[in-house]
């Protein structure tokens, strides 16, 4: 290994450093991938589970109408002349 520039050997480190450089850029990319997907991951969880709140909201609702409903046909039903007692 000598130090003549003329040498067609390159220095030890000058040969591995384009290797390194790209495993870096490979891994750094690897890491941006990974996050990329686990984030839409979390956004398509999250999505799912506001929709599941928003059925589940109206279906409360809806429950509550038709209690509602029942129980104003049975105050009407006990108002009507037909459900008056008889003596």
């Known amino acids: 290994m000598s130090l003549d520039p ?3 050997e390159p220095a030890p480190r000058n040969r591995w450093l384009p290797w390194l450089v790209a495993i870096i850029a490979l891994l750094g990319m690897g890491f941006f ?9 979390e956004a398509e969880s999250l999505r799912l589970q506001l929709e599941l ?3 589940e909201l109206r279906d409360a ?5 038709a209690e509602r ?3 104003e046909r049975q105050i009407e039903a006990g108002r ?8």
Do not use: F, V, W, Y
């Open 61 to 65: 609702r809806n429950r509550g109408a």
């Open 6 to 8: 003329s040498s067609p």
């Open 33 to 41: 991938a990974l996050r990329t997907a686990t984030t839409r991951q």
């Open 80 to 87: 009507s002349p037909a459900a008056a007692p008889k003596n």
């Open 53 to 55: 709140r928003d059925l």
């Open 69 to 71: 409903l029942i129980l």
